[in-house]
């Protein structure tokens, strides 16, 4: 069900109705916007047209080489990835948050390309069980931001038995070794044993809370492994995917934007660095 917003007072409506019903089941209820719609909208960046998944190993090698003080001062691989995700490089998280207005700010926030204000923005819906949302420690969490670390080639698609024991007669099990050895930079605890379905699935994970836009957009991110091959993305649970979503016409955005900035939603709260935050000083106290 599409349903057109062209005010934030209508869509706070439409949110508390729907955070009402859906939370009586357990669940989370979190929001995601976007200023232009895509035709695979729940994929995250790394498997976009362009050949991004082809060299993720690599994207991955050259962001630690231009902010190795800041990524190698995180103490996992998944906590990396959310840096490189505020940085704009493509990775398999997905953001998502709880805060509804957050992501309606999103979808019609233009970003880095005033074009997009000429495109409709959408808000989709997840409800995410309680007992399925993990936090940065889960292996599961582990096993899958290490996916980025493997090259192109990676794959499971023959390998029944994940325990480690004959790797050498069995060119996905050596695949398998390799992760592992990743995975132990970070775990050096970690057991010689993987579960196939972990990485062919999607998770929902609570980052820590040790960045400020993390905090200000009260953010989770959705984590995407593969499906067998690395080439294919793993596909996210359809039963996470509310039938409802909110549609932002083009020419509803700089309205909505400017009810937002009354309710003290705009680029410098959801952005808490210098160049965003100078950015918004020079809109609010330039001439038009």
């Given at each position: 069900m599409e ?5 934030v ?5 439409e949110c508390?109705s729907?955070n009402?019903l859906?939370?009586k089941?357990?669940t ?6 976007v ?5 695979e909208?729940?994929k995250p960046s790394i498997?976009y047209p ?5 060299n993720e190993?690599k994207?991955?090698?050259e962001?630690i080489?231009y ?5 190698l001062?995180?103490?996992t691989?998944?906590e990396k990835?959310?840096i490189?995700?505020h940085?704009?490089?493509?990775t ?5 948050s709880?805060?509804?207005l ?6 019609c926030?233009?970003d ?6 000429k ?9 995410v ?5 993990k936090?940065?420690d889960s292996?599961?969490v582990s096993?899958?931001?290490n996916?980025?670390?493997?090259p192109?080639?990676f794959?499971?698609?023959n390998t029944?038995d994940?325990?480690?024991n004959n790797?050498k ?6 695949e ?8 132990r930079?970070e ?5 010689i ?5 972990d990485?062919?699935s999607?998770?929902?994970?609570r980052?820590?809370?040790n960045?400020?836009r993390?905090v ?5 991110f959705l984590?995407?492994?593969?499906n067998f091959?690395?080439?294919?993305c793993?596909?996210l ?5 509310d039938d409802k ?6 020419d509803a955005?700089?309205?909505i ?6 309710l003290n939603?705009?680029?410098?709260f ?7 935050i100078?950015?918004d000083?020079r ?6």
């Open positions: 349903i057109q917003i062209t005010s007072d209508e869509y706070i409506k508390f729907t009402k859906l939370q089941k357990e989370q209820v979190f929001y995601r916007g200023n232009q719609i895509y035709p909208p729940h498997y362009g050949g991004f998944i082809e190993d994207i991955f090698k962001a080489s902010f190795p003080e800041e990524l001062a995180q103490k691989t998944v990835l959310i490189m995700q940085y704009r490089f493509p398999r998280i997905m953001d998502i709880k805060n509804p957050i992501a309606l700010f999103f979808a926030f233009p880095v390309n005033n074009e997009t204000l495109e409709d923005g959408m808000v989709y819906l997840f409800k069980p309680e007992k399925e949302i936090y940065c292996d599961a096993v899958i931001a996916l980025c670390k493997r192109f080639s794959s499971i698609k029944n994940m325990e480690i790797y007669q069995d060119k996905d099990i050596y398998i070794q390799y992760l592992v050895h990743e995975i930079d775990k050096p605890y970690f057991q044993l993987v579960d196939k379905k990485i062919n999607v998770v929902c994970m980052p820590r809370m960045n400020p993390i200000r957009q009260d953010g989770y984590l995407f492994g593969i091959e690395k080439k294919n793993a596909q649970n359809p039963d996470w995917i979503k909110f549609l932002i016409p083009h955005k700089q309205k934007l400017k009810e937002l900035n009354m939603i705009n680029e410098a959801v952005f808490p660095d210098y160049e965003h100078s950015t000083i809109k609010r106290y330039g001439k038009p």
